[in-house]
């Protein structure tokens, strides 16, 4: 390669990671300030930021590539110019705390130049420069606290180590809370055993709650522990739990929530830590809580890739009743779905490609308050496609032609979201038999509608197959093609009148929605219209509706506890719960 070219590399190599720089510094100043927020009680300012935080990565990426077009015509240089660029971009990473998350970023800018084109190895990191060996940077990310005191002098340490700039409600009472609650957990024997007590030095916030997460080692064990903080209405901090079941703890970190806040240097120690409490989670699913969904997604990928190799099922039509908007598969052995958006849409669905586009985007910039699934958009999608269904393949040329390209063995889907995988709730309820289940998830059903308007958003439609229920019985909406604020509707009583046909006469604009009619369309069976209507009566009743406009219109920011409100220290803490 000639000496200049050489040159130029280098030189467009260190340009990038000083594009990277300044993204993860704009991200660090957003993160940052979440500690100022909660204690003054900012809560609008607070989904601002989360909003701010999830644009800067694109905006980063345009200022860059303008930048480098500025330099050099990145298109007219040969693929070994682009081969020496990254071999010289892994050398500057040699010693960066943030080499993963660069990697990311270098790859972004490259599928942005070649429009996603340049997908292989030698081009981008398909696979990570390095292996993290996770705990060399361990005393970066932790506090460590004395384990031979009593409990109550442990936890006066760390509230002396985490400290905020307003006061306690009550910090005697919320001690000995928290001093119960531990013994209630662990045995004296237990306590005796413990050797180490660690806190990971970054405070996560997120809504209206911080959360200060550790462990406790034993011999034989290690026990997750998670100290909940909320703000009272007098700006007074509340200890509201301690969490200390994974299971709970994983609900922290549900994929149903918006990213946390929590300002770290070293996000691979700190990810690295997090799986260790919980290894069933993924490590692309922890980078996507910390809001580093970019990266999360380059992992995703990466543990696609491995389970393609590692696997021969093939990839079929997703269980369910067909989508009018969405075109929706998986590969039965791996826990997402893929969506695509069809060609055309059913005469009832009055919306545009854009606007399915600008729905899902809402829901990625605006708080999931535990209801809704995250979903992660994807350009240029490659699947094997001697791993495709027949059936599937021709139902995805039918619906979703404009999308698809072939190229060698691949089909290449220009534009998908990939999702958690879940149970459609329309199969559940058919097939589950035992009737306190089918009461607990028409519960659920009714909880995660009422959660979903009070955090002012309208779901639309509200058929049970537009909702998934997790292992956990959690029930999640996921369809958002007919969503909006709840503002934009008008919630109406239907008209009194003998005439069956007196709704066919009436004015109705588009807008109009007549609660009085859920009934019959959100659960199709008698027995379970009965269950929905004795459990959540008043979603049936325009009145509720109008109510929830009301409290919406307030811009009154809700929260809603990620963890079960039997561990609760104060059911009358600032949170919602419906």
């Known amino acids: 390669m000639d000496p200049e070219d050489t040159k130029t590399s280098a030189k467009l190599a260190y340009q990038i990671l000083n594009g990277f720089d300044r993204s993860f510094r704009w991200h660090a100043r957003i993160t940052s300030g979440a500690q100022l927020r909660f204690e003054k009680a900012l809560w609008q300012q607070t989904q601002s930021a989360v909003k701010e935080r999830i644009t800067i990565y694109e905006k980063s990426l345009s200022d860059c590539v303008a930048e480098i077009y500025e330099n050099v015509n990145p298109r007219a240089q040969g693929d070994v110019f682009w081969i020496n660029t990254k071999q010289a971009f892994q050398k500057l990473l040699e010693e960066h705390p943030q080499f993963e998350l660069a990697e990311t970023f270098y790859n972004s800018i490259i599928g942005r130049i070649f429009k996603h084109q340049k997908i292989n190895d030698d081009m981008i990191f398909i696979t990570p ?15 460590r606290f004395d384990e031979t005191g009593t409990v109550r002098e442990m936890y006066e340490s760390v509230f002396n180590t985490y400290r905020f700039s307003v006061p306690f409600e009550d910090y005697e009472r919320d001690i000995l809370l928290l001093e119960a609650a ?56 509340i200890v509201d739990a301690l969490v ?10 549900s994929f149903a929530r918006s990213y946390f806040m929590a300002d770290t240097q070293h996000p691979a120690e700190i990810v690295n830590f997090l799986h260790e409490l919980l290894p069933h989670k993924k490590q692309f699913e922890l980078y996507i809580s910390l809001g580093f969904y970019k990266h999360g997604k380059t992992e995703f990928y990466r543990n696609f890739v491995n389970h393609i190799e590692s696997s021969d099922d093939k990839f079929t039509l997703a269980p369910g009743i067909k989508g009018l908007v969405m075109a929706v598969f998986h590969l039965p052995s791996y826990g997402v779905v893929f969506k695509v958006i069809r060609d055309e849409f059913a005469e009832s669905k009055k919306i545009t490609r854009d606007d399915v586009k600008d729905r899902y985007r809402l829901v990625k910039m ?39 390209e072939f190229e060698g063995g691949d089909l290449i889907i220009n534009h998908l979201y990939i999702e958690r995988k879940m149970t459609p709730l329309n199969l559940y309820l058919n097939e589950e ?6 009461r607990h998830a028409i519960n659920e059903l009714g909880r ?22 997790t292992r956990t019985g959690r029930v999640i909406f996921y369809d958002y093609d007919e969503i909006c604020y709840m503002n934009e509707r008008n919630f109406r009583e239907l008209p009194k009148s003998d005439d069956p046909y007196a709704l066919d006469t009436l004015s109705v604009a588009p807008d109009d929605v007549f609660p009085e009619q859920f009934e019959h369309f959100i659960v199709g069976k008698k027995h379970l219209k009965e269950l929905l209507k004795e459990l959540h009566g008043d979603l049936l009743l325009p009145e509720y509706w109008r109510y929830l406009q009301a409290e919406a219109a307030k811009v009154r920011t809700q929260h809603f506890t990620p963890y079960p409100s039997d561990i609760r220290f104060h059911q009358n803490a600032n949170t919602t719960r419906k």
């Open 129 to 143: 420069s390095r292996c993290y060996l996770g705990g060399l940077l361990r005393d970066n990310v932790i506090n």
């Open 448 to 469: 995660c509608i009422k959660q979903i308007a009070y955090s002012n958003i309208f779901p639309g439609d509200m058929l049970h197959k537009n909702f998934g229920i």
């Open 433 to 438: 038999t035992d009737p306190d289940k089918v």
């Open 366 to 404: 605006g708080d999931r308050v535990g209801r809704m699934a995250d979903t992660h958009e994807y350009v240029n999608f490659h699947f094997p496609v001697d791993r495709i269904d027949d059936a599937l393949l021709e139902h995805l040329k039918e619906t979703c032609a404009s999308s698809l």
């Open 244 to 253: 200390s079941e994974r299971a709970h703890l994983s609900f922290l970190f």
């Open 182 to 237: 531990l013994r209630k957990r662990l045995t004296k024997e237990q306590l005796a055993a413990v050797h180490t007590i660690e806190v990971l030095k970054p405070v996560f916030y997120r809504g209206k709650a911080a959360y200060l997460i550790g462990r406790m080692c034993m011999p034989d064990e290690t026990m997750p522990f998670v100290i909940a903080l909320h703000m009272n209405q007098r700006n007074q901090v």
